[in-house]
Nanobody, 121 residues
Framework: QVQLVESGGGLVQAGGSLRLSCAAS????????MGWFRQAPGKEREFVAA???????LYAESVKGRFTISRDYAKITVYLQMNSLKPEDTAVYYC???????????????WGQGTQVTVSS
């Protein structure tokens, strides 16, 4: 089983930046994908970004050009650099891991506990 632990959330003003980290341990996917989802109050969990073992990336249209996903293979850690943050980015951000990247939450096998990101206007 894969354990995922997120960190880096917090409160930031609109236009600011945050970097989220997610460290994986346990039975990690040796050639799998890692990704980020978010869930705002009263809304469904939505895809944000994903990175394949090969380094290929996927982004939601709403974050393209503002967010960057990257991974450290040695540390089995994935990062989400978030720039030009907007109030609508406010949500709990979840890290996920699976054998393959996908934009649907139900396709991911392992999840972290989430980290809160709040963007004030």
């Amino acid at each position: 089983q894969v354990q995922l632990v997120e960190s880096g959330g917090g409160l930031v003003q609109a236009g600011g930046s945050l970097r989220l980290s997610c460290a994986a341990s346990g039975r990690t996917f040796s050639n799998g994908a890692m990704g980020w989802f978010r869930q705002a109050p009263g809304k469904e969990r939505e895809f944000v970004a994903a990175i394949r073992w090969t380094g290929g990336t996927l982004y939601a249209e709403s974050v393209k050009g503002r967010f960057t996903i990257s991974r450290d293979y040695a540390k089995i850690t994935v990062y989400l650099q978030m720039n030009s943050l907007k109030p609508e980015d406010t949500a709990v951000y979840y890290c996920a891991a699976s054998a393959a990247a996908a934009t649907k939450a139900e396709a991911w096998r392992s999840w972290g506990q989430g980290t809160q990101v709040t963007v004030s206007s």
